[in-house]
């Protein structure tokens, strides 16, 4: 599962790649002051200084996205690089504006947008409050408002535009957060399944093995207690394995195999263990989570049942763990039983605890395309 880092990694890498295409499409409005050193008899001078400051100001703008845009949606950046560029940009453009008058406002978009997009609230308020009053305000001064009515309304929706846009990215970016939250919530959760039923699984094998091997020594019988004792050993590596493997997240139980383990288990207890059906019937991409529940419905007969057997049936629309012990009577769903409710739900099937024929406890795994069918 890729982590919340990985995740931020990437996403920065692809906005430092292809970020400035965000600010790329803007540059059009560039035309608005071209048009006018190109259209205006201004001295040849001040022509080569205005291209000039415009190279420079398209620069600076679209070298500021490329730089900085992985922060929109994310409260914008306060390095003083970033802040740097942005001064540049607004001092080109005042400078413009006793030059060029009016067209000067058709700079005054890309000043908003990398406010906007790329700098702190604070930044961007203060930009806009500064280049509402200037687009209003200059037209009025110069008695040509109507002429500039294209361009104050320009600045105005573009603005809204900006701010509208801002705030979707930023719920966006939100979610996406939230979202690598429950993910990890989820592999937390996970983890701690797999502990549970690995580990305890292995710790109640080990608990009985433990006794067995104290009442054969009890009676003097040190050969076969040396043969559990050595069994213990290897449960205890087979443990460790178990925690090894869920940290990884490689997680992948063999039903065939945890059969087997689970007939020793018995027989080492003095349950007789009856299998009706195979492995090979339960769908493949479901056999590691049938092992998962099956192994927990045993460790709890054999951690409270008191049976004296334990059946097993298997078929290609619901597993069934069943023996004649005590039953579960009045007690509460413990963690056992709910992790193999979460683990059903997994893989989309159900699983249920209740009475079995055999005078204990059924517990019933049904497959959700079997149930669906039969509906």
């Known amino acids: 599962m890729q982590t919340q880092a990985s995740f931020d990694d990437n996403q920065e890498q692809f906005w430092n790649l292809w970020g400035w295409l965000l600010s790329g499409v803007w540059i059009v409005f560039l035309i608005f002051p071209i048009l006018d050193l190109v259209n205006k008899p201004y001295p040849v001078t001040v022509r080569i200084v205005g291209f000039i400051l415009l190279a420079v100001f398209a620069v600076t703008y679209l070298r500021g996205y490329a730089k900085y845009s992985s922060v929109v949606g994310f409260g914008g950046t306060r390095e003083w690089p970033a802040q740097a560029r942005f001064l540049v940009l607004t001092g080109i453009a005042l400078l413009a504006l006793p030059v060029t008058g ?8 890309f000043v908003t947008s990398y406010a906007a997009f790329l700098l702190t609230r604070r930044w961007t308020q203060v930009t806009y409050a500064v280049a509402t009053v200037t687009v209003i305000a200059l037209p009025l001064a110069l008695g040509r408002f109507v002429d500039a009515l294209f361009l104050v309304g320009l600045n105005l929706v573009m603005m809204v535009v900006y701010a509208i846009t801002v705030a979707a990215i930023t719920r966006a970016a939100t979610a996406e957060e939230l979202r690598g939250d429950y993910l990890v919530l989820a592999e937390q959760e996970r983890v701690a399944r797999d502990v549970h039923d690995g580990i305890g699984h292995s710790l109640t ?132 039983i709910r992790g193999m409710q979460e683990r059903a739900n997994q893989i989309d099937a159900t699983a249920k605890v209740g009475a079995s024929e055999l005078g204990g406890t059924c517990v019933t795994l049904t497959f959700a395309s079997q149930s669906k069918g039969a509906a």
């Open 205 to 336: 094998a080990l608990n009985l093995k433990a006794q067995l091997a104290m009442k054969l020594m009890d009676a003097e019988r040190y050969e076969q207690a040396r043969a559990e004792v050595q069994q213990l050993s290897e449960l205890a590596v087979n443990a460790l394995d178990s925690v090894r493997t869920t940290v990884h997240g490689l997680n992948r139980q063999d039903l065939d195999a945890e059969l087997v383990q689970l007939r020793v288990a018995c027989k080492d207890n003095d349950l007789s263990f009856t299998v009706i059906g195979n492995a090979q019937q339960v769908p493949l991409r479901w056999r590691s989570h049938t092992a998962w529940i099956m192994r927990e419905a045993v460790t709890n007969v054999l951690r409270h049942a008191h049976a004296s057997m334990v059946r097993i049936s298997i078929s290609s629309s619901e597993v069934s763990v069943e023996d004649d012990g005590d039953g579960l009577g009045a007690s509460d769903a413990g963690h056992g």
């Open 102 to 109: 009016l067209s000067a406002l058709g700079l005054i978009p």
